[in-house]
């Protein structure tokens, strides 16, 4: 008598696993939509991130560090002053100074800008932050990164005098 319940139960089976067995997935036909992105800048004013800029991890790249000079403020410039070693030198002398100030957890930032001068001696003076970056703590470590910049090669003017010659800092949008 228990053969027959025992053929019943599994031939039950057989039939059930049968009849649950699917056809393998299809490939994609590629009309998925498109690919949802966040965007920051697209959040609700009355959301904790208020209007969220840069990733501070966009920070880690080379490309985002800009410092050009202010045009206009002295006519006679016949050569740029320039950090010695360079641009390169510059961005790798910035990027390892600020990024001693990124912590896990800064949050987003908006970009900041920072004016300086470098005198007839090459020493970065007049120091100021024009735009926050809206965390304090990173401000007035900028400010201090430029006060404390090694000196520069002075701008001369076509007569080959030393001048005074104004840049702007800003983080840029590039990226890794």
Sequence with gaps: MNLPVLAVVLGTTIVAVLNTWSAPPTGSTCNQGPVKTFDPLSLPKDTAA??????PTALFSDKVYVVLPVEGVVDDIAHNARFVGGEQALVS????QVLQHIAPGIGWL???????????????IKVALVKTSGNAALDVALVR??????RWEPATTTKGQAVAQAF????GKGGC
Aim: glycine fraction near 2%; proline fraction near 14%; avoid cysteine.
């Design 50 to 55: 208020r209007k969220p800029f840069l990733d």
């Design 93 to 96: 002398h910035l990027k390892a």
């Design 145 to 150: 990164i430029f006060q404390e910049m090694p």
């Design 110 to 124: 908006e970009p900041p800008v920072v004016n300086f001068s470098v005198d007839v001696s090459g020493a970065p």
């Design 168 to 171: 702007q800092f800003s983080v």
